[in-house]
C-alpha cells in the first residue's frame, strides 16, 4: 500500500509505502534531507537536495558521472546516518562496492527535458559488521539510487532506496542475484517503491530551490526593504513601514499555507524576512555588526575562528556538546573573511561582502584540544559542499578554518587532510586560511536557538 506523502514541507509530493516513518527529526538529519525507515526492518528511503555535481567543482563530465559521484557520496556517508563511516579502521577495504546498471528514467510530471537517472548497486561488508552489541550487521546491501537533475535551479534532487540484507530477514546468499535478477522479496518490494515514488513525484512549489520560483531574489528583495527602512527619516516612519513589511509577509504566507506549504517551509523560506525585519524597532534603526578584534574576552583562553553554513547551529552545538567543565570558555556568531567594515547581517547576506557566517570559539587549551574543536566541526557539518549547507547557498555558507598563529595551521592542516582521506573519500573543499579582522553579529544573533528553539533549522546536524 502507498499514499500521498508532503516532503520538504509540501513542496515536493510522492507516493510512499504506508508502512514507512518519517523518522526525519527523531535522527536529526540535515535540513536538505529526509529520510523514512520501514517499521518491519532496516531498508530506509532518503530523498536529498544537493548542490549539482557539474564542473569546476566535481569531476562530472556526465549524468551517469554525476550518479556514481552521488553514489560515492552515499556509500561514504553510511547510508544516511549522521556520522562518516569511512573513519572506522575494521571496514577499511573490508567491502566490496559493485555498480550494475545505469539507466535513463522518465518522471512524468516533469517530463523528458529534466533528465533522471536509475543506478543499482550492491556492497558487500565484512563477516563481523555489528550493528549493536548483540545483532549482527548485514550481510550486504542493496542500493537503489534515483537522481534528477535541475540545470536552472543548479540542483541535483537523489532518491535512495537502501535494502540492508541481514541474517534472518532473507534466507540465504543465494536467494538474491542483482546481475542475474534475482531479487528477493526484499529487493522486490524495493523496487515496486522505487517505480511507484518516480511516477507520482510532483514539485509542488519550486521556490525551495531558491531559483526559478517565487522567492528567487529574496535576499535582493530583503536587503532593498531593509536599506528604505534605515533611510527612514524618523523612528514613527521606521515603524509605520515595519509594521507594513510584516503585514505584506503574513497575508503572503496566509496565501501559500492555504495553497499547500507547511508552516515548516515557510519558516525556511522567510528566515531571512523574520530575522531581517525582527531588529527594527520604533526607538532606533538597523543594528549592526561589531569589531572584537581577536583577543580573547576569556584572559588566557585560546580562540579557534570556524565557517560552516548558518551560524546559529554550530554555535549552538559546540555549546552542547562542549560544556564549561571541557574547557568551552564561550561561543560567539559573527563575520570574517571579507573585505567590507562593519557588516550587517544584510550585508553578509547579499554575498557582496566576501563575508562568511562563522562562530568564534574561545576555550581553555589545557582542558579542550584544538584538534577535538576541529575533528567535531568536520562530523557536524557537510565539508564537500562548495559555498553551500543544505539548501543555504551563497559564499557566506562556505566551509573553511580561519587559522590563528603557525601551530593552529599546521594542526587544521594536518586533520582537514587525515578527515578528507579517512571520512569523506578525499572530497573536501574546506578552505584553511589565516584570520582576519573577527565582526561580531548582531545581539539577537547570539545564542539564537537557544532562545527560539523553534526556529529556522540549520543543515549542521
Not at 105 to 134: E, M, V
Request: proline share 6%.
Amino acid at each position: 500500500m502507498h499514499e500521498k506523502k508532503e516532503i520538504y514541507g509540501g513542496a515536493i509530493t510522492a507516493e510512499l509505502p504506508t508502512d514507512y516513518l518519517d523518522v526525519s527529526n527523531l535522527r536529526q538529519v540535515p535540513d536538505n534531507q529526509e529520510v523514512y525507515l520501514s517499521k518491519a526492518g532496516l531498508t530506509s528511503i532518503i530523498f536529498d537536495i544537493l548542490e549539482r555535481a557539474e564542473p569546476p567543482d566535481h569531476p562530472c563530465e556526465t549524468d551517469e558521472e554525476a550518479i556514481k559521484y552521488h553514489y560515492q557520496d552515499v556509500i561514504s556517508a553510511g547510508y544516511g546516518q549522521a556520522e562518516p563511516k569511512g573513519g572506522n579502521e575494521d571496514s577499511a577495504g573490508s567491502e566490496e562496492t559493485k555498480i550494475y546498471d545505469i539507466s535513463r528514467d522518465d518522471i512524468p510530471s516533469l517530463g523528458p527535458q529534466i533528465p533522471a537517472y536509475s543506478l543499482i548497486a550492491s556492497q558487500n561488508h565484512a563477516h563481523n559488521a555489528t550493528t549493536s552489541a548483540d545483532k549482527p550487521g548485514p550481510d550486504f546491501t542493496v542500493v537503489l539510487l534515483n537522481l534528477i537533475r535541475l540545470e536552472a535551479q543548479k540542483t541535483d534532487i537523489l532518491i535512495s532506496i537502501n535494502i540492508p540484507h541481514t541474517p534472518g530477514e532473507f534466507e540465504n546468499a543465494n536467494e538474491v542475484d542483482v546481475p542475474s535478477a534475482r531479487n528477493g522479496p526484499l529487493m522486490r518490494a524495493a523496487l515496486e517503491h522505487r517505480d511507484k515514488i518516480l511516477h507520482s513525484f510532483r514539485i509542488e512549489n519550486w521556490g525551495l530551490f531558491g531559483e526559478g520560483g517565487l522567492f528567487d531574489n529574496v535576499e535582493d528583495l530583503n536587503c532593498v526593504l531593509l536599506r528604505v527602512m534605515s533611510s527612514a527619516d524618523s523612528p514613527t516612519l521606521r515603524h509605520q513601514l515595519h509594521q507594513l513589511i510584516a503585514l505584506t509577509f503574513a497575508l503572503l504566507a496566509i496565501y501559500l499555507t492555504s495553497s499547500g506549504l507547511s508552516a515548516t517551509m515557510l519558516t525556511r523560506i522567510f528566515r531571512s524576512f523574520t530575522t531581517g525585519t525582527a531588529r527594527f524597532s520604533p526607538e532606533g534603526g538597523a543594528g549592526t555588526s561589531t569589531s572584537s578584534g581577536n583577543t580573547p574576552q576569556n584572559p588566557g583562553a585560546s580562540i579557534a575562528t570556524l565557517a560552516c553554513g548558518c551560524f546559529w547551529g554550530p554555535e549552538h552545538m559546540y555549546r552542547h556538546h562542549f560544556p564549561p567543565s571541557s574547557g568551552l570558555l564561550d561561543a560567539r556568531v559573527g563575520y570574517t573573511g571579507g573585505d567590507a567594515s562593519n557588516p550587517s547581517y544584510r550585508a553578509v547576506c547579499s554575498g557582496r561582502t566576501g563575508h562568511a557566517e562563522a562562530i568564534r570559539l574561545e576555550y581553555d587549551a589545557s582542558k579542550l584540544s584544538y584538534r577535538q574543536i576541529l575533528e567535531f566541526f568536520y562530523r557536524m557539518h557537510d565539508p564537500r559542499q562548495s559555498n553551500r549547507q543544505g539548501n543555504d547557498m551563497g559564499t557566506q555558507y562556505r566551509s573553511a578554518v580561519f587559522f590563528h598563529g603557525e601551530e593552529q595551521e599546521r594542526e587544521a592542516k594536518e586533520v582537514t587532510r587525515e578527515v578528507s582521506e579517512q571520512w569523506w573519500k578525499n572530497r573536501v573543499v574546506t578552505e584553511v586560511l589565516p584570520a582576519g579582522q573577527w565582526w561580531e553579529a548582531e545581539d539577537y544573533h547570539q545564542r539564537y536557538l537557544e532562545r527560539n528553539p523553534g526556529g529556522y533549522e540549520c543543515p549542521s546536524q
